[in-house]
């Protein structure tokens, strides 16, 4: 927005030089020692957080032994193969029951799974969690799941490693930005050590928890993820966590079945996210405390568990079943409603426990029952169950929680299937539209929009990092500009540095000096900066036909009858 008609340029004092105003001082250099400083501090973090989340996972194996098997043992287990009968019901109550009670005597921010308080932290917060949440998150988390809770490990261990992240930059002396930075790379750090799917985990964070893209934000959160993948491989060893038979590459038939596929499933995304704040809203109208009602919805987890045993727990082997495309209509069917219903209405109730994993859970089997229809009503359909179930759950996570790249790349991690990587593509693309049309929020932001804290839907580059003073400055009206030029900028500063020294000396005015003569140039104020944004937007909003249509057709029969007179 440069301004033509300029006065005539005002002299003042000739001693001034760009002394005065220094770039590298009132700029944030992104790369500098600071960033170093957290950068080591977040690779110490992942590695204690990775051992966090190893001892997580034993401790769900210990409590599901002592709950379903009588038995004290570290080792993997799971409730699917319990012999209680109907004592199976009573079980994840008492759970649920402990949980309401560490909730109300410890702190109420462990209920919930994990990803939205940690994102509220953020952005409203300082990114400051209380230290206690380090400890009772996992501890909650691991009752919930190991006396039968559907749930996955991976919310909490992501809330907990936000914790300590966090807890960390409360006690060194850093900026609320950095202390952003160590809770992000903490919780995906945290993801990284359970999956060990180190791209993945940087892409949650920037969709999901950064809401920025910069050196200063990405490298530590970079590094972390890649230690608590290290951590991974060092806990549970290198291959795929859902190991599946080998795709081949999807020919164009199956590619669009696949594609129609992740919409129907963008759909139910939509529904399911939907549908567990509308049990939360039936829990609000319950006239009892809220730390009774986790034991509520413990009893939906009993009752199914008692019919379906093998929707108890975190059910990570459910979804290499699944992936592997040899499980009975049955189980798929209850893998795809039983599962919700039990999750749903004890996530709704506020216990603890993790959404990832049963939303890979539900996606994959509703992935493998619409996989199975196509294949039945449209044998030439090219497609297979391995892919519909892989899709399917990629899909079903970037429709819920509005995370496109992240599922798509997860999906790729967990399985290692460079084949599937086309067909995620266009699932999880043909999802995340859908969804995005059919509800405002998402599984992750709908609690916290409830509270009243916005969240970012989309990430730009910042306006004023892109113009310059030049860009911005109005012509300087009479000699009374040149009265204040201690504080000034030339042509070429960027208007964020501008914006930086107004805020900072609380000037009203700002003069930009010609960089040959030290002239007065011309003068920047709020109202200029505020134009300079709106109508920046306004361009990039506006819609322009670049090429006509009909002028680029007429030139064409022009030279067509140029050629034909010849």
Same mark, same amino acid.
């Given at each position: 927005?440069?301004?033509?008609?300029?006065?005539?340029?005002?002299?003042?004092?000739?001693?001034?030089?760009?002394?005065?105003?220094?770039?590298?001082?009132?700029?944030?250099?992104?790369?500098?020692?600071?960033?170093?400083?957290?950068?080591?501090?977040?690779?110490?973090?992942? *590695?204690?957080?990775?051992?966090?989340?190893?001892?997580?996972?034993?401790?769900?194996?210990?409590?599901?032994?002592?709950?379903?098997?009588?038995?004290?043992?570290? =080792?993997?287990?799971?409730?699917?193969?319990?012999?209680?009968?109907?004592?199976?019901?009573?079980?994840?109550? *008492?759970? #649920?029951?402990?949980?309401?009670?560490?909730?109300?005597?410890?702190?109420?921010?462990?209920?919930?799974?994990?990803?939205?308080?940690?994102?509220?932290?953020?952005?409203?917060?300082?990114?400051?969690?209380?230290?206690?949440?380090?400890?009772?998150?996992?501890?909650?988390?691991?009752?919930? *799941?190991?006396? @039968?809770?559907?749930?996955?490990? =991976?919310?909490?261990?992501?809330?907990?490693?936000?914790?300590?992240?966090?807890?960390?930059?409360?006690?060194?002396?850093?900026?609320?930005?950095?202390?952003?930075?160590?809770?992000?790379?903490?919780?995906?750090?945290?993801?990284?050590?359970?999956?060990?799917?180190?791209?993945?985990?940087?892409?949650?964070?920037?969709?999901?928890?950064?809401?920025?893209?910069?050196?200063?934000?990405?490298?530590?959160?970079?590094?972390?993820?890649?230690? @608590?993948?290290?951590?991974?491989?060092?806990?549970?060893?290198?291959?795929?966590?859902?190991?599946?038979?080998?795709?081949?590459?999807?020919? #164009?038939? #199956?590619?669009?079945?696949?594609?129609?596929?992740?919409?129907?499933?963008?759909?139910?995304?939509?529904?399911?996210?939907?549908?567990?704040?509308?049990?939360?809203?039936?829990?609000?109208?319950?006239?009892?405390?809220?730390?009774?009602?986790?034991?509520?919805?413990?009893?939906?987890?009993?009752?199914?568990?008692?019919?379906?045993?093998?929707?108890?727990? !975190?059910?990570?082997?459910?979804?290499?079943?699944?992936?592997?495309?040899?499980?009975?209509?049955?189980?798929?069917?209850?893998?795809?409603?039983?599962?919700?219903?039990?999750?749903?209405?004890?996530?709704?109730?506020?216990?603890?426990?993790?959404?990832?994993?049963?939303?890979?859970?539900?996606?994959?089997?509703?992935? !493998?029952?619409? @996989?199975?229809?196509?294949?039945?009503?449209?044998?030439?359909?090219?497609?297979?169950?391995?892919?519909?179930?892989?899709?399917?759950?990629?899909?079903?996570?970037?429709?819920?929680?509005?995370?496109?790249?992240?599922?798509?790349?997860?999906?790729? =991690?967990?399985?290692?299937?460079?084949?599937?990587?086309?067909?995620?593509?266009? #699932?999880?693309?043909?999802?995340?539209?859908?969804?995005?049309?059919?509800?405002?929020?998402?599984?992750?932001? =709908?609690?916290?929009?409830?509270?009243?804290?916005?969240?970012?839907?989309?990430?730009?580059?910042?306006?004023?990092?892109?113009?310059?003073?030049?860009?911005?400055?109005?012509?300087?009206?009479?000699?009374?500009?040149?009265?204040?030029?201690?504080?000034?900028?030339?042509?070429?500063?960027?208007?964020?540095?501008?914006?930086?020294?107004?805020?900072?000396?609380?000037?009203?005015?700002?003069?930009?000096?010609?960089?040959?003569?030290?002239?007065?140039?011309?003068?920047?104020?709020?109202?200029?900066?505020?134009?300079?944004?709106?109508?920046?937007?306004?361009?990039?909003?506006?819609?322009?036909?670049v090429i006509s249509v009909k002028r680029r057709r007429n030139k064409l029969l022009v030279r067509g009858r140029h050629l034909f007179n010849r």
């Amino acid at each position: 927005m440069s301004h033509k008609n300029r006065k005539p340029a005002v002299f003042i004092a000739p001693s001034l030089d760009k002394s005065a105003y220094d770039l590298k001082k009132t700029s944030e250099n992104a790369v500098s020692g600071r960033l170093f400083y957290v950068c080591v501090q977040v690779v110490i973090n992942a *590695i204690i957080i990775g051992f966090i989340a190893k001892g997580l996972v034993a401790l769900i194996s210990l409590i599901t032994n002592l709950s379903f098997y009588g038995k004290f043992s570290f =080792e993997e287990a799971s409730p699917a193969h319990n012999q209680l009968g109907l004592w199976v019901i009573i079980i994840p109550i *008492i759970g #649920a029951v402990i949980i309401g009670i560490m909730a109300r005597l410890g702190s109420s921010a462990i209920r919930g799974h994990g990803i939205p308080e940690a994102m509220e932290q953020v952005l409203t917060n300082e990114s400051k969690i209380k230290p206690v949440i380090t400890i009772l998150k996992p501890l909650s988390a691991a009752i919930s *799941i190991g006396t @039968g809770g559907p749930f996955g490990a =991976e919310g909490p261990i992501i809330s907990t490693g936000g914790a300590f992240g966090s807890f960390a930059g409360q006690i060194m002396r850093i900026s609320p930005n950095e202390r952003k930075i160590m809770l992000t790379a903490g919780a995906t750090s945290g993801m990284a050590a359970i999956f060990g799917t180190p791209v993945a985990a940087v892409l949650l964070a920037i969709e999901l928890l950064l809401f920025e893209f910069s050196p200063k934000t990405i490298i530590p959160v970079a590094l972390a993820c890649a230690t @608590g993948t290290a951590m991974h491989i060092l806990m549970f060893g290198s291959g795929p966590v859902f190991p599946m038979p080998e795709l081949a590459a999807p020919t #164009a038939a #199956a590619l669009a079945w696949y594609v129609g596929i992740g919409a129907i499933i963008g759909v139910l995304a939509a529904l399911v996210s939907k549908s567990i704040y509308v049990i939360e809203d039936l829990f609000e109208k319950i006239p009892i405390h809220w730390m009774w009602w986790p034991a509520i919805g413990a009893v939906a987890i009993g009752v199914v568990g008692y019919f379906a045993p093998y929707t108890l727990g !975190v059910g990570y082997n459910n979804i290499t079943e699944l992936l592997s495309g040899n499980l009975p209509l049955q189980m798929v069917l209850g893998l795809c409603i039983l599962k919700f219903i039990s999750w749903s209405i004890s996530l709704g109730s506020g216990t603890s426990g993790g959404t990832l994993a049963p939303l890979l859970t539900i996606g994959g089997a509703t992935g !493998v029952l619409i @996989g199975m229809m196509v294949m039945h009503f449209v044998p030439n359909s090219e497609i297979n169950l391995p892919t519909c179930a892989l899709i399917g759950m990629a899909a079903m996570f970037a429709g819920a929680a509005r995370a496109l790249l992240t599922a798509v790349i997860f999906a790729f =991690e967990v399985t290692m299937q460079p084949h599937g990587l086309l067909p995620l593509l266009g #699932a999880c693309t043909a999802s995340y539209f859908v969804s995005f049309f059919l509800m405002k929020g998402t599984i992750m932001t =709908e609690k916290i929009q409830r509270r009243g804290v916005a969240t970012p839907d989309a990430y730009e580059p910042d306006i004023l990092q892109r113009l310059k003073a030049g860009d911005v400055m109005a012509a300087a009206r009479q000699e009374e500009d040149a009265k204040d030029t201690e504080i000034y900028v030339y042509p070429d500063t960027p208007l964020h540095v501008a914006v930086a020294l107004m805020s900072e000396y609380k000037l009203n005015s700002l003069p930009v000096l010609n960089t040959a003569d030290n002239t007065l140039n011309g003068i920047i104020t709020p109202a200029l900066v505020f134009d300079a944004y709106t109508n920046f937007r306004q361009t990039g909003d506006q819609h322009q036909q670049v090429i006509s249509v009909k002028r680029r057709r007429n030139k064409l029969l022009v030279r067509g009858r140029h050629l034909f007179n010849r």
